[in-house]
């Protein structure tokens, strides 16, 4: 079977593959990505590395250390953490960038971490981002940082690739925002939800470097797991002129422990570009795509999302007839605060002021961009009309710092991120935007374009494709891991089952909370009588998009603690997924026969004991039930590895 350019790297990638092995969507596969990036959370991380007694980095080149989310705390306690990350990072060879230096995504991309043609990982869920560059960048949480560290590799699933086609001619002034919020509003209904994404079409040589990290960065807030640009002209240039860059300044910016042989930066030149030109990554042309999303630049306007979330949307003209009065601006975050970004900002501010009763905050991406940005005259525009100039970093786009919205305030950002409460007040209100549209209304007090738009409708369709039938060969099963598995089917109904249902957020931080008592509280939410409806060794079958809100890894362990052999589902959160798994608990998709029990259960009740055996047969990647056989994906070694030693933890333990 044909390759996607998302299978290809993942299989660049991959370890403890069978001979001649493919890897294709579904896989679970053993992982050493090129770099793994954490932020703030290092210290968070180190905890958890600590506790599984690691002692020293598998491979110091791999790990990198940004501080960037609390960079306006100069409290005694965040130097004091701050601190110790930077002195962690040199007792382990890491390479650390202080506070200051900007935001970590972005810094993985000017230092080449995140190298075209490689897959870097990062326990951030905008590491998409890095798509932008051709790199597949996909979010890992705390635990598999861990791993990382110690043992150079995680597990990872590979999930199904879907296709983006953006083409024909973007209008004048249309920017990459505009075309990732005109998409995320199209497509609202989760169709790209923890797909990876690749990017195609005749119009693609209308984007910059700049513009493409824009839209990587965002298809996280469209549901994807990453979101890759190929690598072209365009690529090879950016990387040349970055090359030339580097070269002529000096290399500022590497870290001391990284030497530069003669001059050339150690990740970034050109001898190495040379190289990736004469091997450059493609998807077979027959890959098999699970979707395929066609996007009409032409169509597209200025577009804002908002209040609260990404799925509403209106363009900017319906948002300019509605007098939408603003009293905070913001060009902040890694999304937005690039070169171009502020440059398109001072153009649309040049020789004006910011409205009275307006606050317009602006940070850049990183040190050097702000450099950069001074250099060329953008930033000193920006400051006399008015504009609140703050360190680089992500601040108030992660509700830290100053600037933070106040009770029923309305603000108007180029971020990533618009929920509820974060970036300030839960009664406030913000709504995304362009650079360009932000500068335009810091000038107008209100919601309005930087220069009139034809009001014109979008044109996007998504065309689903059957996965094309063909000879399964059989799944290797580990010799302690049972073949086969067997239990009664219990059904939870309910879509977007969240974590808070699963598992209730008021024992969340309760430390000493035992497995038992994880137990007798599981699903209490959901509904209070699941805990007397289900027994030891039920398999639970729940909707879609099962396991989605917060990160608690506790959600994944009261069922099982309660168990539950394993849960099947239309779908799952990913990053419910991973704590699952991380926690040495299955969970597999079953969608087909979560739609069949709807259909035969209704929904009158929340927990049904529906008196269903299943069979799972994991080497034929079955489940056969009531006389029905369904499909799953494939448990791959690295699963069952998993999910024999109790956890990736216990397996941390095991290698080290």
């Given amino acids: 079977m044909k390759q996607t350019l998302i299978e290809k790297l993942a299989q660049k990638y991959a370890i403890g593959l069978e001979p001649g092995q493919k890897i294709h969507s579904g896989d679970y596969i053993f992982i ?135 083409t024909g001619e973007l209008k004048p002034g249309i920017t990459g925002k505009d075309v990732i919020l005109a998409i995320c509003g199209h497509f609202n209904n989760d169709e790209a939800l923890n797909h990876a994404l690749e990017f195609s079409g005749d119009g693609l040589s209308q984007f910059s470097i700049d513009q493409r990290l824009t839209i990587a ?140 009763g307006v606050e317009f905050y602006v940070a850049a991406a990183s040190s050097e961009v702000q450099a950069e940005s001074e250099n060329r005259g953008d930033w000193e525009k920006l400051v006399d009309a008015g504009a609140i100039t703050l360190p680089p970093g992500c601040g108030m786009c992660i509700g830290l710092g100053t600037g933070l919205l106040k009770k029923n305030e309305v603000g108007i950002s180029a971020t990533n991120r618009n929920f509820k409460g974060r970036m300030g007040d839960p009664t406030a209100k913000v709504y995304l935007a362009s650079p360009a549209v932000v500068a335009a209304s810091a000038i107008a007090g209100k919601i309005v374009p930087p220069h009139d738009f034809d009001d014109i409708k979008l044109i996007g369709e998504m065309v689903v494709h059957p996965k094309p039938s063909g000879e399964k060969s059989a799944v290797k099963v580990l010799d302690d891991f049972p073949a086969k598995l067997t239990g009664e089917l ?115 009740k929340l927990t049904v004991r529906t008196g269903w055996k299943a069979t799972l047969d994991f080497r034929k990647t079955t489940i056969f039930v009531s006389g029905k056989t369904y499909s799953i994906s494939p448990v791959g070694t690295a699963a069952q590895e998993l999910i024999l030693t109790d956890g990736l933890e216990n397996w941390v333990k095991e290698q080290i």
């Fill in 490 to 604: 219990i059904f939870c109904y309910q879509d977007n089952l969240n974590t808070d249902g699963i598992y209730p957020g008021k024992y969340t931080y309760i430390d000493d909370f035992t497995p038992e008592q994880q137990a007798e509280v599981v699903m209490e939410n959901y509904d209070p009588e699941f805990g007397k409806i289900v027994k030891e060794g039920d398999l639970v079958v729940g909707g879609y998009n099962f396991g989605s809100g917060s990160s608690r890894e506790q959600a994944a362990t009261a069922l099982k603690y309660r168990g539950i052999k394993l849960v099947l589902a239309g779908s799952f959160s990913e990053t419910y997924k991973r704590n699952a798994i991380n926690n040495g608990f299955l969970v597999l998709e079953a969608p087909e026969l979560s739609d069949d029990l709807k259909a035969e259960f209704g929904m009158d």
């Fill in 217 to 356: 960065n965002m298809t996280t807030e469209w549901g994807a797991l990453a979101g890759v640009f190929p690598i072209d002209e365009i690529t090879i240039r950016w990387l040349r002129d970055r090359a030339d860059f580097l070269e002529k300044r000096g290399l500022a910016g590497v870290p001391s422990d990284v030497d530069a042989v003669g001059g050339v930066h150690p990740r970034i030149n050109h001898a190495r570009i040379d190289e990736l030109e004469r091997n450059i990554p493609t998807a077979d042309e027959d890959a098999y795509y699970a979707k395929t999303f066609t996007i009409d630049l032409s169509s597209i306007q200025p577009f804002i999302a908002g209040p609260d979330n990404l799925k509403t949307t209106m363009t900017i003209t319906e948002a300019s007839n509605k007098d939408m009065k603003i009293n905070k601006a913001y060009l902040v975050s890694c999304v937005n605060s690039r070169v171009e970004d502020l440059a398109q900002a001072a153009d649309v501010v040049n020789g004006k002021k910011v409205a009275d």
């Fill in 32 to 166: 050493r990505p090129a770099h793994v990036m954490t932020h703030d959370n290092s210290g968070a991380v180190m905890k958890k590395f600590k506790a599984i007694g690691a002692k020293k980095m598998a491979n110091p080149r791999q790990p990198v250390f940004a501080l960037d989310h609390n960079v306006q705390d100069t409290s005694k306690a965040n130097l004091k953490k701050y601190a110790g990350i930077e002195a962690f990072a040199k007792e382990m060879g890491v390479d650390f960038y202080p506070a200051g230096r900007g935001i970590g995504h972005q810094i993985m991309c000017e230092e080449g971490y995140a190298w075209t043609g490689t897959m870097v990982v990062a326990s951030d869920s905008h590491s998409n981002m890095y798509g932008g560059l051709g790199v597949l960048g996909t979010p890992v949480v705390r635990t598999d940082a861990a791993a990382l560290w110690a043992t150079g590799q995680t597990w990872w699933q590979v999930p199904p690739v879907a296709k983006v086609e953006l």
